[in-house]
């Protein structure tokens, strides 16, 4: 993938309302359609498999440098 189509899919998959997976009446299936590169792609995920692509997605912007590695903060 390109970095443009890298971006794509990271602002994809970090509007993803994650929330919506565990209420019942927003995503009654619990799986999102992502559509990638020019809609060459197509990806049918469920909710676990959301979560492994936003913190793979995460983790190889960090590995690259383009983003500063975020802690969670506990109050």
Not at 6 to 20: F, G, P, Q, T, Y
Not at 48 to 56: A, G, Q, V
């Amino acid at each position: 993938m390109s970095l443009c189509q890298l971006l794509s899919l990271r602002h994809k998959v970090m509007n993803i309302a994650i929330e919506d997976h565990f209420h019942g009446d927003l995503n009654a299936h619990g799986f999102e359609v992502l559509l990638l590169c020019n809609k060459k792609h197509l990806f049918i995920l469920n909710t676990l498999e959301i979560l492994d692509l936003k913190n793979l997605i995460d983790q190889s912007f960090i590995s690259m440098g383009l983003s500063a590695k975020t802690e969670a903060v506990i109050q």
